[in-house]
């Protein structure tokens, strides 16, 4: 039970809102949210594949069940709930607490989804660090790019105050 007077929708601009793409031979691997609560909505299934699976309550705000996830991780499923999801299916889920992730996709089309992230703390971003983890060499290079950007234009800013004195 969710327990939560409000959420808000994430702040964070990597995480508030997705669409990623699934295309035949890729899947998501297991992980944790790292936001209160999680809201898909399934744009375009996969033509077989891409089930959305979990290990339900996993973990608490206290500790983890390593047996179960161990075994899971090994490739045991047996505790692991899985469905076959059609395009248009809306799920909220509180990805924080179940191991989750999608099956491998099969076919010729990718499997999309937008996906939508609130949390309970009003204006809550995520770190730099846990963003690259989740989202890799995209993110990396933003935050990159975005840094160069800021120390090019402190140079510039610097330079026209320094020539405006003499």
């Known amino acids: 039970?969710?327990?939560?007077?409000?959420?808000?929708?994430?702040?964070?601009?990597?995480?508030?809102?997705?669409?990623?793409?699934?295309?035949?031979?890729?899947?998501?691997?297991?992980?944790?949210?790292?936001?209160?609560?999680?809201?898909?909505?399934?744009?375009?299934?996969?033509?077989?594949?891409?089930?959305?699976?979990?290990?339900?309550?996993?973990?608490?705000?206290?500790?983890?069940?390593?047996?179960?996830?161990?075994?899971?991780?090994?490739?045991?499923?047996?505790?692991?709930?899985?469905?076959?999801?059609?395009?248009g299916t809306f799920t909220l889920f509180r990805g924080g607490y179940s191991l989750h992730g999608v099956t491998e996709v099969f076919g010729t089309t990718p499997r999309i989804t937008a996906i939508m992230t609130y949390d309970e703390q009003e204006g809550r971003v995520i770190s730099d660090d846990i963003n690259v983890r989740i989202y890799g060499k995209r993110v990396e290079k933003i935050l990159s790019d975005r840094k160069a950007a800021l120390v090019q234009g402190q140079k510039e800013y610097n330079n026209e105050n320094c020539s405006s004195r003499y």
């Open 1 to 87: 039970m969710q327990k939560k007077p409000v959420l808000y929708r994430c702040a964070d601009e990597f995480q508030a809102l997705n669409v990623v793409a699934l295309h035949p031979g890729s899947w998501h691997a297991w992980h944790y949210d790292t936001t209160e609560c999680t809201v898909t909505l399934l744009l375009k299934a996969a033509e077989s594949g891409g089930d959305f699976a979990f290990l339900p309550n996993s973990r608490t705000d206290e500790a983890e069940d390593r047996d179960a996830v161990d075994r899971l991780l090994a490739g045991d499923m047996s505790h692991a709930q899985k469905f076959d999801r059609g395009a």
